[in-house]
């Protein structure tokens, strides 16, 4: 087989993390490099398991440290670059658009240049749906590769903007690359401000789930393990230049994900708390997936199937979550819903 070097940017955050350990149970042949620079979403004790093998290495780097990125780049000569680094979560783009555009879009723009400089063989994008917006309540319309780019949330409009940023760079000067944009994943180290993860700790520790508005805003949701087996199978098969939408048909109310949540850990519905709306929030996502089942991919999870494997996850692996939930984590909580501080 083949030996190729990988640099997998955001390994040490969620997606980035379950990704690195599928490409190294996956591919023995190959030198895999995490470079992620620790912010509040990175950790490195999901990474125990491989932290001693010959063929794993981190490096503790800023995206948009021009200089260490680019001088990294001439060192190694990576074959793949497959791109998660990023802020990711919309309610902090709306307290702090700033950092958005900083990482996500200057971070790439740096990556895309050092990458220029080296004669690689693709250059994967990890991107969103949510930069095409939101769709209606039709449960016949999904977004596909060819939907406009119509962002609503700092975040969504910094991922535009870096979708942009990496097309430019393969139509000016040749690079090879692929964008994907995949829905709403859940899944194994899911950092606790995300819905799911969010959930699932709260009612663990008794405490009240807030949800959004009416609860009636519908996400796609995607296991992480086939979000990650897609990406694998974009990064060597998909044609360079082209995007790829990845989602599985698992559409879902947030309510309808809450209940699930609270009946599989035989808990009370009245530890829903409806607080006020997210701003600009999002009405609906959904994936049609046809281009990337034409390249051969399929989910192996449903909703019902991931959720339950995601909760026992949960239940198994205490240790990470409250690890995380005890600490800078508090003051986020407090800020982010000190409107409902009383009743949450
Ligand atoms: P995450 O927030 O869990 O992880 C992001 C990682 O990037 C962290 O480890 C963090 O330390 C690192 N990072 C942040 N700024 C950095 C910088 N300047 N330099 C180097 N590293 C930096 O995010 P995630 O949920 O795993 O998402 C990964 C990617 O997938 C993102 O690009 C996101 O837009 C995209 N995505 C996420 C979802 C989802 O549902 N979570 C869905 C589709 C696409
Ligand atoms: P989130 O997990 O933040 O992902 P995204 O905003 O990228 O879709 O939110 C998923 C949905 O859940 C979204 O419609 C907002 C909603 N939500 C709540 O109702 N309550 C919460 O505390 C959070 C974090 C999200």
């Not at 060192?75 to 793949?80: A, H, I, N, V």
């Not at 791109?83 to 879009?105: M, Q, Y």
């Not at 769709?135 to 870096?162: H, R, V």
């Not at 046809?290 to 205490?318: H, M, R, S, V």
């Amino acid at each position: 087989m083949t030996k190729r070097k990988v640099l997998v940017t955001g390994g040490a955050g969620f997606i980035g993390g379950n990704f690195v350990q599928y490409m190294m149970d996956k591919y023995s042949n190959y030198e895999i490099y995490n470079l992620d620079l620790l912010t509040y979403a990175g950790d490195l004790t999901k990474h125990r398991s491989i932290e001693s093998k010959t063929n794993y290495h981190f490096v503790k780097a800023d995206i948009t440290d021009r200089e260490a990125i680019i001088s990294l780049f001439e060192k190694e000569k990576f074959d793949y670059v497959v791109h998660f680094a990023a802020e990711s979560h919309v309610d902090r783009s709306i307290t702090d658009p700033g950092i958005f555009v900083r990482t996500n879009v200057l971070g790439t723009q740096v990556l895309l240049d050092a990458a220029k400089q080296i004669d690689i063989d693709k250059f994967v994008h990890v991107s969103t749906d949510e930069v095409y917006g939101e769709l209606d309540f039709k449960p016949t319309t999904f977004f596909t590769e060819n939907t406009p780019l119509e962002p609503n949330s700092p975040y969504s409009a910094s991922k535009a903007s870096s979708d942009l940023l990496v097309r430019s760079y393969h139509e000016t000067f040749g690079l090879p690359v692929n964008i994907t944009r995949c829905s709403n994943n859940y899944g194994p180290y899911h950092f606790p401000e995300k819905l799911i993860p969010l959930t699932i700790s709260r009612l663990l520790n008794d405490e009240k789930v807030p949800v959004y508005g009416d609860g009636q805003n519908i996400r796609d949701w995607l296991h992480v393990i086939d979000h990650c087996a897609a990406i694998d199978l974009v990064l060597h098969e998909g044609a360079s230049g082209e995007v790829y939408n990845i989602g599985g048909h698992n559409e879902k109310t947030n309510l309808e994900v809450v209940k699930t949540i609270i009946s599989a850990l035989g808990k009370s519905e009245e530890l829903i708390e409806f607080v006020e709306d997210r701003l600009g929030h999002d009405k609906r996502y959904a994936i049609d997936p046809t281009k990337l089942e034409k390249l051969g991919w399929k989910p192996t999870y449903n909703f019902d199937t991931g959720i339950a494997q995601t909760i026992d996850w949960y239940l198994q692996n205490k240790e990470w979550w409250e690890q995380i939930i005890s600490g800078d984590y508090q003051e986020y909580f407090d800020e982010q819903y000190k409107f409902n501080k009383s009743s949450i």
